[in-house]
């Protein structure tokens, strides 16, 4: 996405989109103990995980209350 982040995108949907859930997926980052967090209500999977990180993140993101 030239331009602009993953976050800018997600910011410019909400709008449009009140209950969207978004996952982030991190670049890279150095390890650590959680395999996912919250940021700004909004879910990041960080690098590197391991087999069930981004099945537990994107479970998480849609268990979490929305604003439907």
């Given at each position: 996405?030239?331009?602009?982040?993953?976050?800018?995108?997600?910011?410019?949907?909400r709008p449009?989109?009140?209950?969207?859930?978004?996952?982030?997926?991190?670049?890279?980052?150095?390890?650590?103990?959680?395999?996912?967090?919250?940021?700004?209500?909004?879910?990041?999977?960080?690098?590197?995980?391991?087999?069930?990180?981004?099945?537990?993140?994107?479970?998480?993101?849609?268990?979490?209350?929305?604003t439907e």
């Open positions: 996405m030239p331009g602009m982040t993953g976050r800018e995108l997600g910011e410019q949907l449009y989109h009140p209950g969207l859930r978004i996952l982030h997926l991190s670049a890279n980052s150095p390890p650590i103990q959680e395999a996912s967090r919250s940021v700004d209500d909004q879910n990041v999977l960080l690098k590197p995980f391991t087999g069930s990180g981004p099945l537990q993140a994107i479970r998480q993101s849609l268990s979490a209350p929305g």
